[in-house]
């Protein structure tokens, strides 16, 4: 009895030394190398396939699900990433994540489905209150909702704790260009352009410039751009 209680105590310690020398690439579940070309060949059904190979107990699971979301929304698959958004965050077993959290409300919100963003956006302001990204986006909401004045008074607020935030300067400006504000809107825009003259709107910005200076006219609304 003695010897087997030996021989199990032996064997207990060579599982414990084979444990805890286990490589750390061990529970990697996808190849790095392979995910960096399908990125180069922008493959995105691959990359896909790729990403849901991590286990849901893999500590990378909620990155590699956020990946597949973005790659769903680059690819134009709207829909499937709105799905997937709403599996995670229904799924009891998670814990919350503000990024996916504010991927499904973005979705919601491109959808029409404006309460049912606002309700996500004030979830994520739970973890992350004030962040500059998420007030523009409720900036965005209450623009799309027709409450002009209530999107400028949230992109002025974004824009005096976050100065530099250039997608709250574009949309300001944006707005400002459209009630025939043409001071503030060239202003803003010409901020924007100073400071991402390639910036994803720049092409835009400069149309819009050259469209409303050679029709200009004078007439504004009554929204408020300054106290």
Do not use: W
């Amino acid at each position: 009895m003695k010897t087997k209680l030996i021989a199990l105590s032996l064997f207990s310690q060579f599982l414990f030394a084979q444990t805890t020398h286990i490589p750390q690439n061990k529970y990697q579940f996808i190849d790095q190398t392979i995910i960096d070309e399908l990125y180069k060949k922008k493959d995105y059904n691959a990359l896909i396939a790729e990403y849901s190979k991590t286990p849901f107990l893999s500590p990378d699971y909620m990155d590699h699900q956020m990946n597949i979301i973005s790659l769903y929304t680059n690819s134009d698959r709207f829909k499937e990433a709105l799905e997937l958004c709403e599996s995670l965050s229904k799924n009891k077993y998670l814990e919350p994540n503000y990024q996916i959290m504010m991927s499904y409300a973005s979705l919601l919100s491109d959808d029409g489905k404006y309460e049912q963003a606002l309700e996500q956006f004030d979830r994520v302001k739970k973890i992350i209150p004030n962040s500059p990204v998420l007030n523009y986006n409720y900036a965005l909401i209450y623009y799309r909702q027709g409450n002009i004045q209530k999107a400028i008074d949230m992109l002025k607020h974004n824009l005096t704790y976050y100065p530099y935030h250039n997608n709250s300067i574009y949309m300001l400006g944006k707005i400002a260009l459209d009630d025939n504000n043409l001071a503030v809107g060239t202003s803003l825009f010409m901020t924007y352009l100073l400071s991402e003259p390639q910036g994803r709107s720049s092409e835009f910005i400069i149309s819009a410039l050259d469209k409303k200076l050679s029709s200009f006219n004078s007439t504004k609304n009554d929204n408020l751009y300054l106290k």
